[in-house]
């Protein structure tokens, strides 16, 4: 039976959110427009340390503002730790997460030989289409893992519950990044699914909440396409059936590395502000995204277009392969440098 598309934004209001989450969440919203498919919004806000109070509502002004409709009421992650929480003790029941008090500081002096045990590109290796990966931490060398069902669980708050990865090979059949293989034990390790509070962390309530929507489809940024494969292994446990992965490039400044504060201003508020027009970032995301297309419009075509016009003519030429696996440079933050 083919699932009714079901798509989602994503967003951890961890700050303000720039050109670069502006690219992926229209990319998200063309290919869902362009499928007739729900796009929720769900705000990740379970990873507590980081997160910004005020940024969630500013999450809403910049989707407002770039003319992103999202269906239904938003999920908010840190609504749904009980959701989480009954996961969790079904995973302690099957043994397939064990308690682990390492620091950080122990996993990598307990990796003897770094070298032989941090991810690196190879061990993801793409053998068609294009993709990029920044090397990981160090993959945990298994010291807690002789724990068992039944075993006394160290004092609360001292511990991280931890994923026990299968280790057979993994491919992954992703929209953009192409074909990937992984080779879990070494690429991967055995992961944590709670924080040492116990609350749920990101690999596993992501799963969760997208089984829980339905979802059949995600875009999001290629910094989280090794992320795609513990997730999968999570899949496969709930025995529920993985979406379709869609791993974008993503947006990086003049010297190559991933767009921050250091290239200069671009937050989406700080355009707004400005006075920017959201069809000048629109247009810009377009470009990018679409630009090296022959038919893309001209822009003698596009001056007058509106706002609605730009995302109609995206939503009505959406098709994944036509969609560029390339980063999207910028080497300037400035809006008349925005290329249209
Ligand atoms: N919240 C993540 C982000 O803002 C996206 C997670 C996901 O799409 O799975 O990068």
Avoid at 230 to 236: A, F, K, W
Avoid at 242 to 264: C, E, F, I, N, S
Wanted: proline content about 6%; some cysteine; charged content about 25%.
């Amino acid at each position: 039976m083919t699932r009714s598309p079901v798509c989602r934004l994503a967003p951890s209001p961890t700050g303000a959110q720039h050109l670069g989450n502006a690219r992926t969440f229209l990319i998200a919203y063309w290919s869902a427009r362009s499928q007739n498919a729900r796009l929720l919004l769900r705000i990740e806000d379970i990873d507590s340390p980081r997160i910004k109070p005020w940024a969630t509502a500013q999450v809403f002004e910049d989707l407002a503002w770039l003319g992103i409709q999202y269906d239904g009421e938003p999920v908010i992650q840190t609504e749904r730790s009980e959701v989480y929480q009954s996961v969790l003790r079904n995973l302690i029941e099957d043994d397939r997460v064990y308690p682990c008090v390492c620091s950080r500081k122990d996993i990598d002096e307990a990796a003897s030989a770094p070298h032989e045990h941090s991810v690196s590109a190879s061990s993801l290796r793409a053998t068609s289409g294009f993709h990029s990966l920044e090397p990981e931490t160090t993959i945990y060398p298994g010291t807690c893992s002789s724990w068992h069902r039944g075993q006394a669980m160290p004092p609360d708050g001292d511990y991280c519950l931890r994923f026990r990865i299968d280790p057979h090979s993994m491919r992954l059949d992703d929209l953009v990044a192409g074909t990937v293989h992984c080779d879990p034990t070494s690429a991967l390790g055995d992961f944590p699914v709670t924080r040492k509070e116990g609350v749920a962390a990101y690999q596993i309530a992501v799963v969760i909440d997208d089984v829980d929507a339905g979802v059949t489809e995600v875009v999001r940024g290629d910094d989280l396409l090794a992320s795609a494969f513990r997730q999968r292994q999570i899949y496969d446990y709930l025995r529920q059936s993985p979406p379709q992965y869609a791993h974008v490039p993503l947006v990086v400044g003049a010297d190559g590395r991933r767009l921050a504060k250091r290239h200069g201003d671009t937050r989406l508020s700080w355009y707004r502000d400005q006075g920017v027009h959201a069809k000048t970032i629109v247009a810009w995301a377009a470009n990018s995204v679409f630009g090296h297309q022959e038919d893309f419009p001209q822009p003698d075509q596009t001056r007058d277009w509106t706002l609605d016009q730009w995302h109609q003519a995206m939503i009505d030429q959406f098709d994944w392969s036509r969609v560029s696996q390339s980063k999207t440079v910028i080497t300037s933050p400035d809006p008349a440098e925005l290329r249209v």
